[in-house]
């Protein structure tokens, strides 16, 4: 029977802030939604980008949770909130924290409120490159390679090695921390009062990408592998978990605390959490061999396939292979860039900073007035350099450009990689360089799709959502250029968080399947990039010297 309360709740938590949304299950129709910056995050604590550490305090989680809730709930009619049946949370990934024996965070008890390591390491964190290095040379001398499920490579961007960073490097949380868990599985564990780490229901989409769980490992894998890694890993397997669930199952229901916190009836239903891209595919309507392209300060890219059609093969070079990580009952892969929009803000900031500095030092402005100057360049100096960039016909001769200015996830996780620049003169002003940039970005999307073809598994298509899709004309032109392959915009302004909706509506028992809330919910699309054949061929002879450029650099930094 259907649920006569028909709302449902998807609640996003991106790298800088986290919104919810209030959707119709019947017809997708957004109701309302709230956003809230994360406000240490915001402020840049306990971050060190130089390091490329990046942590984030479960408070900015728990706090920007409630309000955004509160406030998407304030506005709608006062009985609205009877009609809700159902949430579910997408996070970004891998995310892991340290908790103790009751399953809280460290950071949230006493003498680690300001440690970093016992926070939440976002997903960008870089800082254990020697740590998944450890993984991957135990891994291709043990009996079993734990990385085939996971592209062959293990990234520093992913659970274990982060853990064991933070364990070699912190003997106080290493002391105290008796497990870990993931972002995703934390806010619905906390909601329904299930964070024991030996209870706590575990993200198939989480563990199966990032942990290198399989259950034909028996789940992750074995604690002698583990021990040769690193001793500090010896024993921590029967701590964390054996199962794990796909996110059209239930959590469970909210708490009374919780409850009341949000203004949700306690019967709301909280689904298992699941990654944003891997959502977010769910809410742009992916479909067998169509590529989704979460475009923002990095890309995920999601792919699906029907089990039987692919059988035991195993996908070399990608971000992991996981049974129901994006649909249930479909084989989900995931790939992806580890910055996309980061590169363009980077040269922004390179050219920002000395403008800024200059700007504080002149004597012809006061204080006032340089604050609000300062602003309004940093504000509109990609806008600027995407609008001349525009205006510059392609160079074949021109600058070249590689976008591994935050490693490489895919193909081959390599995070010790590092971005470059070529070709320049004396006329390689900022449009040119800046250009370049978007142009390497779009190259690196083309690698990715190769390594799907070299495999053998065809794209039927590109779906890309995002900001940079709905901001970007020249950014999405460039890439369907590259790609040579429309690319199809979704209508959602906020497709992930409709995917955790669209869950919603299923754990909540509104829709029997994904499938059906897809094609219940769908928003459709809104634009359509088609390549325009003269710069596709002229990109081609490019994408060729990228490639060489990519292979000397990758090469000489080995």
């Not at 922004?348 to 100057?373: I, Q, Y």
């Not at 990715?448 to 065809?458: A, K, S």
Request: glycine fraction near 8%; hydrophobic fraction near 40%.
């Amino acid at each position: 029977m259907v649920p006569s309360a028909t709302f449902v709740i998807g609640v996003d938590f991106g790298t800088d802030s986290v919104r919810s949304v209030v959707v119709d299950a019947f017809n997708g129709r957004e109701l309302s939604s709230a956003v809230h910056g994360y406000t240490r995050w915001k402020g840049g604590q306990f971050c060190d980008p130089a390091r490329n550490q990046f942590r984030q305090h479960p408070l900015d989680y728990v706090e920007g949770l409630e309000k955004s809730v509160k406030h998407a709930m304030a506005k709608l009619p006062k009985k609205a909130a009877e009609r809700i049946s159902g949430l579910s949370v997408d996070t970004t990934g891998s995310t892991p924290c340290a908790v103790d024996e009751t399953g809280t965070p460290l950071a949230l008890t006493k003498g680690f409120e300001r440690n970093p390591n016992a926070m939440f390491i976002l997903w960008k964190d870089h800082t254990a490159v020697q740590e998944a290095e450890a993984v991957n040379s135990v891994a291709k001398t043990w009996r079993v390679d734990y990385t085939q499920y996971v592209g062959g490579v293990y990234s520093s961007e992913w659970f274990w090695a982060k853990m064991l960073h933070v364990l070699r490097q912190d003997p106080a949380v290493r002391d105290k921390a008796y497990s870990w868990v993931e972002h995703c599985d934390w806010i619905p564990a906390l909601l329904t009062g299930s964070a024991h780490p030996t209870v706590l229901k575990r993200s198939r989409c989480a563990a199966g990408h990032k942990a290198m769980w399989h259950e034909s490992y028996g789940g992750l894998p074995e604690d002698a592998f583990l021990a040769a890694v690193d001793p500090l890993l010896r024993g921590l397997r029967a701590r964390l978990f054996r199962n794990t669930e796909t996110s059209d199952k239930a959590v469970g229901r909210l708490t009374p605390e919780w409850a009341k916190r949000l203004g949700l009836p306690p019967d709301t239903v909280v689904g298992v959490g699941a990654f944003d891209a891997h959502m977010g595919a769910v809410g742009a309507e992916i479909e067998p061999y169509v590529l989704s392209k979460v475009m923002g300060t990095s890309t995920c890219d999601m792919l699906v396939a029907p089990l039987e059609e692919l059988g035991g093969k195993l996908i070399r070079g990608i971000c992991g292979q996981v049974d129901g990580s994006i649909i249930p009952g479909m084989l989900g892969m995931e790939a992806g860039q580890s910055a996309f929009g980061d590169v363009y803000a980077w040269f922004s900031h390179v050219l920002a900073g000395s403008l800024e500095s200059l700007v504080n030092r002149s004597r012809l402005l006061d204080a006032k007035t340089k604050k609000a100057l300062n602003k309004e360049l940093s504000g509109k100096m990609v806008l600027e350099l995407t609008s001349q960039a525009a205006q510059l016909p392609i160079d074949e001769n021109g600058v070249l450009a590689l976008d591994w200015m935050n490693g490489r996830r895919t193909p081959f996780a390599n995070q010790a990689l590092k971005g470059a620049l070529s070709g320049l003169n004396l006329g390689s002003d900022a449009p040119r360089i800046f250009r370049a940039l978007v142009e390497a970005t779009a190259f690196g999307a083309k690698k990715i799709v190769d390594r799907f073809v070299d495999e053998g598994l065809p794209i039927r298509g590109i779906i890309a959502l995002g900001g940079i899709p709905k901001k970007s004309p020249f950014v999405m032109q460039v890439m369907a250029d590259i790609l040579d392959t429309t690319i199809r915009v979704a209508r959602s302004e906020q497709a992930c968080a409709l995917g955790a909706a669209m869950f919603a509506a299923v754990v909540a028992g509104i829709h029997p399947t994904v499938e059906r809330a897809q094609k219940a919910m769908g928003n459709g699309f809104e634009k359509e990039y088609r390549p325009i054949p003269q710069n596709a061929r002229q990109y081609k002879s490019i994408y060729e010297k990228y490639s060489k450029l990519a292979d000397f650099v990758e090469k000489e930094m080995a």
